[in-house]
């Protein structure tokens, strides 16, 4: 399957500073989505932005459905329009004097390539994002969702070779995000769209995302599908940004293929995965997620005697923080009732393919 997009070392330094975007190189598939996923400032929408062409990149190459686009070192820079692209933005970014028919029909009306019959394909595209009955209400009557489902339409429509999409759910509420997401996905697929997506929100990245771009710093950290991301992240940041806020701190006593053994002093051994090369005596970090962590249960390895110091009740989860030889971590655990005391004694097993150990650097986990 050839690529629909296609990213070498792609740069963009603005006036002063670090490049927002430093030497990042991934490519899409024709019909994946790829999201780009990080904290604010990390370069993700910088990076769209230089494939969309509202930014002008200082190095690299981009190609689009097997053409260059941008190649600042050969002077290849094709105008946004040229790209053949859609986007979607955080803001609606709808002509409020207009219907919603008049909306998606409007890339029609104005490409070249837009021909046949327009009202046909605006019909199967309200459809598809479901807004069939809404053609020809004024765009100012509706919903945020809805009109960001217009934004969605008129960016399908004439079905361009690459869509993007700028955080778009971010403005609004908490539920219609989530309904969107979901509908989102489905969307695509149903139109063998192929997609680069941009977002901070982790829930969104693992449901849209064939695959995910952890972004820090300008740099790309990991390219991976949603399970490798979330068992097997490459470093600390990426487990951190995904949700592994548990660090144990220990030193390396040995390895063994990809486990590590990690001596957490008074909390006694732990074994964990590691995809460093880990030397004996190194200093070591042991991330691992509160989902994980087996309050009330004897595994085989990696169980230790711990004490529920505090005890956060959620309705649907409890949240326990739990002390063992010196070392804190979170535990969490489904269900409405909560099982465990605090003050007592509970024994807690750690599975080993679910602690991850990193050479420790001295560094935050996080910015």
Request: charged share 25%.
């Amino acid at each position: 399957m050839s690529s629909a997009l296609l990213i070498e070392d792609l740069v963009k330094r603005f006036a002063t500073g670090k490049p927002a975007v430093d030497g990042v190189s991934f490519d899409v598939p024709a019909g994946e989505i790829v999201v780009l996923l990080g904290p604010s400032g990390c370069g993700k929408t910088t990076t769209l932005r230089c494939v969309a062409g509202l930014e002008h990149p200082t190095g690299g190459r981009i190609s689009i459905g097997g053409r260059v686009v941008s190649e600042p070192e050969r002077g290849v820079l094709i105008s946004p329009r040229e790209r053949d692209i859609g986007m979607v933005f955080q803001s609606y970014a709808v002509w409020p004097h207009m219907t919603v028919y008049q909306n998606v029909a409007y890339p029609l009306k104005h490409r070249r390539n837009g021909g046949g019959d327009i009202a046909a394909k605006v019909r199967d595209t309200l459809e598809l994002v479901g807004l069939g009955d809404y053609a020809e209400r004024p765009v100012t009557s509706l919903s945020g969702g809805q009109m960001q489902r217009v934004a969605l339409a008129r960016s399908l429509v004439y079905r361009p070779q690459l869509l993007l999409l700028d955080e778009p759910l971010s403005n609004l509420d908490a539920k219609l995000r989530i309904r969107l997401r979901d509908e989102l996905r489905r969307i695509l697929k149903q139109t063998g769209m192929t997609g680069l997506y941009v977002t901070h929100d982790q829930s969104e990245a693992v449901v849209l995302g064939d695959r995910i771009g952890v972004m820090r710093e300008g740099k790309l950290l990991q390219m991976a599908p949603p399970d490798e991301i979330y068992n097997r992240p490459a470093d600390p940041f990426v487990a951190n940004f995904t949700g592994a806020s548990n660090v144990l701190l220990g030193k390396v006593l040995g390895r063994s293929g990809d486990k590590a053994t990690i001596d957490l002093g008074a909390a006694g051994r732990i074994e964990a995965w590691t995809p460093h090369q880990l030397s004996t005596g190194d200093k070591a970090r042991v991330a691992l997620r509160a989902e994980n962590v087996r309050l009330g249960e004897s595994g085989p390895t990696n169980v230790f005697s711990g004490r529920v110091i505090e005890r956060r009740y959620q309705g649907m989860q409890t949240v326990y923080d739990v002390e063992f030889g010196g070392q804190r971590l979170e535990a969490l655990e489904l269900g409405t009732a909560a099982r465990h005391e605090t003050n007592r004694e509970i024994s807690l097993t750690l599975p080993p393919d679910q602690c991850w150990a990193y050479r420790d650097e001295g560094q935050a986990a996080v910015d």
